[in-house]
């Protein structure tokens, strides 16, 4: 097992091919958390709340920065996107998540069960499995190297990446730079991170965290976004050890 001590690392001195998706899985999505179900209700709402009072021309393309194992983030965008990017840096991860493209994983369900009780879900008019299949694209790259694609997408999420890739505040801040600057001008978007997070183990191998609090969250995102309403669920259930909470930020890119 790698030592404790590779948390205090650079996103670059990581060994991120060393990510077991499937252990990820099996820990946080295999059955439903209720902090989950309460981030995507709050998701949820945001987003539709955006596409229901803007006049929206021209397709919506979507990005899930740093995408990992999770599928809950781009299911949250599907009923407005005609195409949405996963994101990824890790090798496994994106063999994981260009595995579930054309048909994803039942665990997945419960999490679209949240989403479809707003009628913006309920009104996709397709099985969302065909839709995922249609509008998915899984790229891998490094979210620092979005800034050759300054204001591509019109909409976004990051769910615990820039707090979780590396120990160095520097590049915390500059991951959400990274991220809010991918957005056109006005788009939605929704990011979440590990309140004081220590680091992460999955299978045999710990991976780097910055800790980070609501300040430091509100901080980084001041610059580039507008409208942003921080939060921190209400359910107390911790996931795994080694953290205080979660924080949410929903708003628009400045």
Not at 57 to 81: E, F, H, K, Q, R
Not at 104 to 127: I, K, T
């Amino acid at each position: 097992m790698t030592s404790r001590s590779s948390w205090n690392a650079r996103n670059s001195d990581v060994a991120w091919a060393k990510f077991d998706p499937i252990a990820y899985v099996d820990h946080n999505y295999r059955d439903m958390q209720e902090v989950d179900a309460e981030i995507l209700c709050i998701v949820r709402d945001h987003f539709a709340d955006h596409f229901r009072t803007t006049d929206t021309t021209g397709p919506v393309s979507g990005i899930d920065v740093g995408a990992g194992a999770n599928l809950y983030p781009a299911l949250a965008m599907l009923p407005w996107c005609d195409e949405i990017t996963l994101l990824e840096y890790s090798p496994a991860n994106v063999s994981y998540l260009k595995s579930q493209v054309a048909y994803y994983d039942p665990n997945w369900d419960q999490f679209w069960d949240v989403l479809r009780e707003h009628e913006a879900y309920r009104a996709l008019g397709m099985d969302p499995r065909e839709r995922f299949g249609l509008a998915v694209e899984v790229k891998e790259g490094n979210l620092f190297d979005l800034a050759r694609h300054e204001g591509r997408w019109s909409l976004g999420t990051m769910f615990f990446v820039a707090e979780s890739m590396t120990s160095s505040h520097q590049e915390f801040r500059l991951g959400v730079e990274r991220f809010l600057r991918a957005l056109t001008p006005g788009a939605p978007f929704a990011a979440a991170f590990m309140e004081h997070s220590k680091g992460l183990g999955v299978g045999e191998y710990f991976f780097p965290a910055c800790d980070v609090g609501e300040p430091e969250v509100k901080a980084s995102l001041d610059a580039f976004a507008t409208d942003v309403t921080v939060v921190r669920p209400e359910s107390h259930a911790k996931v795994r050890d080694g953290y205080s909470g979660m924080i949410l930020a929903c708003g628009r890119r400045r």
